[in-house]
């Protein structure tokens, strides 16, 4: 099973925007050629396939196609590869936010 990590500022005392906005999503992941911006997350299973509307920054990771979602001001992924570690990190740092599971 993936772990789910949430990038957030919710936990900053002094941060006065502890919200992640789309706008500042986009200009940020507008910068950096890897990442597509889709409104829709299509999952697909043996069966069938499930579809997910929200803001999604999709990562291409070796072929597989990572979800950074946003929600409520916060960013989640899904840790499936430990290559997806290093660039999480990475986004926090760039948004000046941190990391915790869930």
Known sequence: MNQRFRITR???????????????CQLYFASKPEF???PIL?????ESTMSI???????????AQIAFRLYMGD????I????IVP???EI??????????G
Request: no cysteine.
């Open 10 to 24: 919710s936990m900053q005392e002094n941060n006065t925007e502890p919200s992640i906005s789309l706008e500042e």
């Open 36 to 38: 597509t911006y889709s």
């Open 42 to 46: 299509n999952i697909i299973g043996a």
């Open 53 to 63: 509307d929200g803001d999604f920054f999709m990562w291409d990771l070796e072929g």
């Open 75 to 78: 960013l989640y992924v899904a």
């Open 80 to 83: 499936s590869n430990e290559g």
């Open 87 to 89: 660039k999480m990190i």
């Open 92 to 101: 926090a740092t760039d948004l000046q936010a941190d990391i915790v599971e």
